[in-house]
Nanobody, 127 residues
Framework: VQLQASGGGTVQSGGSLRLSCAASGRSFRNNAKGWFRQVPGKEREFVAAITWSGGTTYYADSVKGRFTISRDNGKNTVYLQMTSLSPEDTAVYYC?????????????????????WGQGTLVTVSS
């Protein structure tokens, strides 16, 4: 099983990026997915998550209104559209998938409940 994240890069403050995370090796049609990010010296933090159906999404307060998570179960892919980026958004972004079918925020925002992780893609926002 592999999660392949892509779409990172360098963008100026106020710009936008779209991250993608394609899964292979198994279907995650019935599983929640999420995005987390990490900067050196800090813990990995929750960014956004989406339930298996795509009907419910959750966001960290720091990205609410600027980031949008979505999924295409037919393509086994989850996306993170990021707008109004600021230097504080600079980090390595990781996609993750659960093996369960949890729907509540407490499960989806906690990295402990994710079983599969992508390799990370670096997002750098310059001021």
């Amino acid at each position: 099983v592999q999660l392949q994240a892509s779409g990172g890069g360098t963008v100026q403050s106020g710009g936008s990026l779209r991250l993608s995370c394609a899964a292979s090796g198994r279907s995650f049609r019935n599983n929640a997915k999420g995005w987390f990010r990490q900067v050196p010296g800090k813990e990995r933090e929750f960014v956004a998550a989406i339930t298996w159906s795509g009907g419910t999404t959750y966001y960290a307060d720091s990205v609410k209104g600027r980031f949008t998570i979505s999924r295409d179960n037919g393509k086994n892919t989850v996306y993170l559209q990021m707008t109004s980026l600021s230097p504080e958004d600079t980090a390595v972004y990781y996609c993750a998938a659960q093996s369960g079918s949890y729907n509540s925020r407490s499960y989806l925002e906690d990295l402990y409940w994710y079983d599969f992780w992508g390799q990370g893609t670096l997002v750098t926002v310059s001021s």
